[in-house]
């Protein structure tokens, strides 16, 4: 039986076999490309805004509502031009995860410290940028409620005021979880067993 196997083993040949590629690296690395083009566009659009326009689009405002935003943003330049130079920083953050993600297609070893200084960088900022927006998106909201008609047929300030707070809340809270869904993702995943064992392949073919 073991002469058996043993000619069985010789006359059996590896050839035209290959291991299947991890498709992990793909997938993680198109989402990386798309996100860092939409976090381009994104944050290259913040920047305008609030070094442009001083934190207020004044796009489909009435004259008087326009105004009180723009007296509500007036004192707060420190935090509207922080929140422009911030939205810079993020632009080039995405150009750092669109290169990452380039290279984690290729399967290069360097898109794995790319992908982890990109994530905790982008959470560091994304905490700050979400503080100081709801900072101001606070005020403009109660300038908007403000400067809105009043008297009959008009929904009462404390009405609004709820209305507000409740949509601020949940504006912030999508905003957070989306701050936080795609590093945590890259982070979890980079830290598996199988992801450190397919990036050692790429370790050892680069090196051979």
């Not at 979890?188 to 370790?203: D, F, G, I, N, Y």
Request: hydrophobic content about 50%.
């Amino acid at each position: 039986m073991d002469q058996f196997d043993a000619d069985l083993d010789s006359g059996l040949s590896m050839e035209g076999f290959e291991e299947t590629p991890a498709r992990w690296p793909r997938v993680l690395g198109w989402f990386s490309v798309v996100i860092g083009v939409l976090g381009i566009i994104k944050n290259a659009c913040g920047a305008v805004v609030n070094l442009g326009f001083g934190g207020n689009m004044p796009i489909g405002q009435r004259a008087e509502q326009k105004q009180a935003i723009e007296d509500a943003l007036s004192g707060m330049g420190v935090i509207v031009g922080s929140l422009g130079v911030l939205a810079i920083v993020s632009t080039g953050v995405s150009v750092l995860l669109l290169v990452a993600g380039v290279q984690l297609l290729k399967r290069r070893p360097g898109a794995v410290r790319l992908h982890r200084g990109w994530a905790l960088v982008r959470l560091f900022v994304g905490l700050i940028e979400m503080g100081l927006a709801y900072v101001q998106q606070s005020a403009v909201m109660k300038a908007t409620i403000e400067s809105m008609p009043t008297g009959q047929g008009a929904p009462p300030p404390a009405q609004m005021a709820t209305c507000m707070n409740v949509m601020l809340g949940c504006g912030m809270t999508i905003g957070l979880l989306l701050v936080l869904a795609y590093p945590v993702t890259v982070l979890a995943v980079l830290s598996r067993p199988w992801a450190k064992a397919e990036v050692a392949k790429w370790q050892g073919a680069a090196a051979a």
